[in-house]
Structures are given as C-alpha cells and as structure tokens.
Antibody, heavy 117, light 110 residues
Framework: EVQLVESGGGLVQPGGSLRLSCAAS????????MNWVRQAPGKGLEWVSY????????YYADSVKGRFTISRDNAKNSLYLQMNSLRDDDTAVYYC??????????WGQGTLVTVSS | QSVLTQPPSVSAAPGQKVTISCSGS????????VSWYQQLPGTVPKLLIY???KRPSGIPDRFSGSKSGTSATLGITGLQTGDEADYYC???????????FGTGTKVTVL
C-alpha cells in the first residue's frame, strides 16, 4: 500500500525557517517524481515544487522561488522541503504528492505550517 | 492567480448531471494532459480523472473527463450527496515550467 506521511509542520515566526519531511512507503520511491502542494486555509490548491526521481530536475512556483528548497534522499525514501524567510502567506497545509506522469496519484495527509508572530 | 479558470460553484438536484469547465491556454491545457481532483470536506485531494479522460481504479463511471482545445470539462452524472466537494483541474504549463491547478469549483447537491 502506498503511504506518504508528512511531518515537520508547526508554528513559526515571520522570517523563520522550517523543514518538512515526507516519508514514503509501499512503492519504489526512487523511480517516482515527487511534488509539494499547499492549501491555505479556506483556499484552493497551489503547487509548490517538483523534483525528479534522481533529483536532476527541480521546479518551483514563483511564490517560493529563492526561499524554498526541495530535496530527496532515495536511500531513506524521504522527500524534504526546506522553507526559509517564511511569510504570513506561506501559512497552509502542505501535502507531498507522488507524480505518475502528468498527474498526482497519491497524496499524504498533510502537515500544517502556521506563520505568525 | 491561477492560470486555469473554473466556475466557483455549480449545483444540481440528486440524480442530475453537472459539468465543470476548466479554461486554460496553449501552453497548458492546449498541449498537456489534464487531470481532475476531488476534495471532500476536510479531506485530502484525490485523483479523479487523469490524462484527460481516464479514471483510476475505484472511480465510478459517473465521473468523466474531456478536453477540447484549451479547455477541459469534468462531468458528473447521477449526482449524489456524497459528491458534494471541491473539484480542481490541473496540468503542467510548458511556458512556466510549473504545475498549475484550477481555481476550484464547489459542487452542491440541492
């Protein structure tokens, strides 16, 4: 069974940093591209970042470019999102999502990040 | 500001049909596969349709997808109260090198 479990969310002050993790199981992690998607309270889905299976290709949304860094450790079946210079509008539930070609077929339960003073 | 536009809401009585449009451009829907996601209240988004019109295992055939030019459509027939949810289209944008989601549509069963 495919499982994606996010962790690392919490309350952080504006300008602070946080590192999210996503533990994957039930599939060959290294052969799948992965993504982070977020959803602000009461708002729609916003794609955040993509990383290919071998980490050779990485993309970011303009809203996080230069502040967030996506990475993965295939030996540990884990995906990460390092978030720096956090702003109020980064407050959201962050989901990791597995990509199968052009679509996201499995999603984690999400981890809440709250940026507030 | 999403590059994929959906109606904010649609509604119909139980058993009826609704369609949800997703309007984009040549850099996204025009030359990329479209997928659709269902998000029931308080839950995680779930893949509903992929590659324009394919249904994952377990998704009933009441749900259908189509694409024409730079627009895509999700159809739901035999509407049920359990279909009340937010629905999002999504695709890659080759100009932006980003994935883009639609603005989302809330389906209400009257």
């Amino acid at each position: 069974e495919v499982q994606l479990v996010e962790s690392g969310g919490g309350l952080v002050q504006p300008g602070g940093s946080l590192r999210l993790s996503c533990a994957a199981s039930g599939f060959t992690f290294s052969t799948y591209n992965m993504n982070w998607v977020r959803q602000a309270p009461g708002k729609g889905l916003e794609w955040v970042s993509y990383i290919s299976g071998g980490s050779g290709t990485i993309y970011y949304a303009d809203s996080v470019k230069g502040r967030f860094t996506i990475s993965r450790d295939n030996a540990k079946n884990s995906l990460y999102l390092q978030m720096n210079s956090l702003r109020d509008d980064d407050t959201a539930v962050y989901y990791c999502a597995r990509a199968s070609g052009s679509y996201f077929d499995f999603w984690g339960q999400g981890t809440l990040v709250t940026v507030s003073s | 500001q999403s590059v994929l536009t959906q109606p904010p809401s649609v509604s119909a009585a139980p058993g009826q049909k609704v369609t949800i449009s997703c309007s984009g451009s040549s850099s996204n829907i025009g030359n990329k596969y479209v997928s659709w996601y269902q998000q029931l209240p308080g839950t995680v988004p779930k893949l509903l349709i992929y590659e324009n019109n394919k249904r994952p295992s377990g998704i009933p055939d009441r749900f259908s997808g189509s694409k024409s030019g730079t627009s895509a459509t999700l159809g739901i027939t035999g509407l049920q109260t359990g279909d009340e949810a937010d629905y999002y289209c999504g695709t890659w944008d080759s100009s932006l090198s980003t994935y883009v989601f639609g603005t989302g549509t809330k389906v209400t069963v009257l």
